[in-house]
């Protein structure tokens, strides 16, 4: 079975079989999960924003994806959305740090390329792990 990966305009490799496809479509699965327990920790927050601190839940227009991931919520009460919204960070950066390995290897980059591809995805969710830190905004 051959499957192209991307429009035909870029220069890809097909695969050649289904031990390949499992593969390529484990991000898809990762990405998954992880909006998921975005939704449920999401679900979980007790309250308050940067625009009203004694709102009640979780809002989608005025919080911010790290405000998830604090231990006290903006409302002052303990977060327990923390948890899952941190499984859900740690699944993100995972599968993006393994898309950004094998997807080089599916395109006819050169070996500099495929290295620079490789490396700065892993050194950009390396980083994204720092999200939930005291290093957040630095």
């Known amino acids: 079975m051959e499957l192209i990966i991307l429009p035909k305009m870029f220069p890809v490799r097909t695969l050649k079989s289904n031990k390949n496809l499992y593969f390529v479509l484990a991000p898809v699965v990762g990405i998954i999960v992880f909006i998921f327990l975005y939704v449920v920790a999401a679900l979980l927050y007790p309250g308050g924003s940067q625009v009203d601190a004694n709102s009640k839940g979780f809002s989608w227009i005025n919080n911010y994806w790290c405000n998830l991931l604090n231990d006290k919520a903006m409302n002052g009460e303990h977060n327990p959305a923390r948890p899952v919204a941190l499984a ?49 905004d630095a």
């Open 88 to 136: 859900g960070m740690m699944v993100l950066c995972l599968t993006l740090c393994y898309f950004w390995y094998i997807l080089p290897q599916h395109m006819e980059f050169k070996k500099s390329g495929r290295l620079t591809i490789q490396l700065s995805g892993l050194l950009s969710m390396i980083i994204g792990m720092f999200l939930f830190t005291s290093f957040h």
